[in-house]
Each structure stands twice: as structure tokens, then as C-alpha cells.
């Protein structure tokens, strides 16, 4: 399956962003989902999940309250809707597909990963 992220961008602390991941090639409603996030020199971290059916979620600590991720199988795409930005979730965040269909928090459950996309919070 093939993953393209978009909707990232430039935005005060405080503001919103909606990402979505477009996915193609595969039976996406059978894969879970994932987010993450990486800063230059930093590695990969674990933002939000979402199982294949979209009935289970799970969040990183750090966005817990302020981030949603969701998904809508009859358009093949993903979502991590992002409120209440901080300048600290300035990152390229990257969605993910994985054939297991659950939740992971786990980068290396993921085989299909979107190119990122740049999110820049301005204080």
C-alpha cells in the first residue's frame, strides 16, 4: 500500500492542523494505522493509533487530549487532527500502515510509511 500525508504546514501555538494520510494499492481497511513524528537528530516517535475498524485509539503521552486520530475506510484515508499546538510539536510527521491490524505504539510494527509532512508551531 502506498501512503501520502498532507496538511501539515506553518501555525501559532495555539492553533490547529488536520493531517491526512491517502492510501492506495492496498485493502486499507484491513491495516491499523499509525502517526509519528521526527525532529532532526531526534528518533521517531509515537504520536497516535488507530485499529482497522476505527473502533480503538491510543495516544503518546505528550498529546494526550489535544490530538485525535480517526479514519474513514470508504475514502481510504487517515487523520490526526491536532489542537491546541505547542511549539514543542514542531516535527515531520509521518503516517504509517501496518498489516497487523491493531493498535501499535511500535515503529517497526509498520511496513508502509508516508513521505511526512512538515508541521512548524510558531510561539
Known amino acids: 500500500v502506498q501512503l501520502q500525508a498532507s496538511g501539515g504546514g506553518l501555525v501559532q501555538a495555539g492553533g490547529s492542523l488536520r493531517l491526512s494520510c491517502a492510501a492506495s494499492?492496498?485493502?486499507?481497511?484491513?491495516?491499523?494505522m499509525g502517526w509519528f513524528r521526527q525532529v532532526p537528530g531526534k528518533e521517531r516517535t509515537f504520536v497516535a493509533t488507530?485499529?482497522?475498524?476505527?473502533?480503538?485509539?491510543n495516544y503518546g503521552d505528550s498529546v494526550k487530549g489535544r490530538f485525535t486520530i480517526s479514519r474513514d475506510n470508504a475514502k481510504n484515508t487517515g487523520y490526526l487532527q491536532m489542537n491546541s499546538l505547542k511549539p514543542e510539536d514542531t516535527a515531520v510527521y509521518y503516517c504509517?500502515?501496518?498489516?497487523?491490524?491493531?493498535?501499535?505504539?511500535?515503529?517497526?510494527?509498520?511496513?508502509?510509511w508516508g513521505q511526512g509532512t512538515q508541521v512548524t508551531v510558531s510561539s
Open positions: 504509517a500502515a501496518a498489516r497487523y491490524g491493531g493498535l501499535s505504539s511500535n515503529y517497526r510494527t509498520y511496513q508502509f
Open positions: 488507530i485499529n482497522s475498524d476505527g473502533s480503538s485509539t
Open positions: 494499492g492496498g485493502t486499507f481497511s484491513t491495516y491499523g
